[in-house]
């Protein structure tokens, strides 16, 4: 996965133990069967490899474990890439397509218009 794919959030449980810890960091959580586009991945130092999403943004905290202030990452296992294209490259696709159709029209219109 990479910044701009389209993923869906295939786990957003919050284990119970772990509950009051999520709720302090995360004013915004993930939703299950939700399509998202990721903005960043962040390694977390090594320890788990995290994303932030372009429909999600929460304050930066401190993290101890980090060292540092930074917003909170949602773990990378919680969602699944999309292999489908996004509804905006259908679009663009489509538009091209319609261009280049017009295109070849009118120049058959002209074609017949000065063969007369």
């Known amino acids: ?32 069967d939700k399509e998202y586009t990721i903005r960043e991945i962040l390694d977390n130092n090594g320890i788990v490899p995290g994303v932030l999403l372009d429909e999600v ?10 060292n540092r202030f930074q917003e909170p990452a949602f773990a990378l296992w919680r969602f699944r890439k999309l292999s489908y294209a996004t509804q905006t490259e259908a679009v663009e696709e489509e538009h091209e397509l319609v261009e280049v159709g017009t295109g070849t029209k009118k120049q058959t219109e002209k074609e017949k218009g000065t063969g007369r």
């Open 57 to 66: 943004h929460n304050l930066p905290k401190y993290f101890k474990l980090l």
């Open 1 to 32: 996965m990479k910044p701009g794919d389209k993923v869906i959030c295939i786990n957003a449980t919050i284990d119970p133990d772990k509950s009051e810890e999520i709720r302090k960091d995360f004013e915004i959580w993930v939703t299950k």
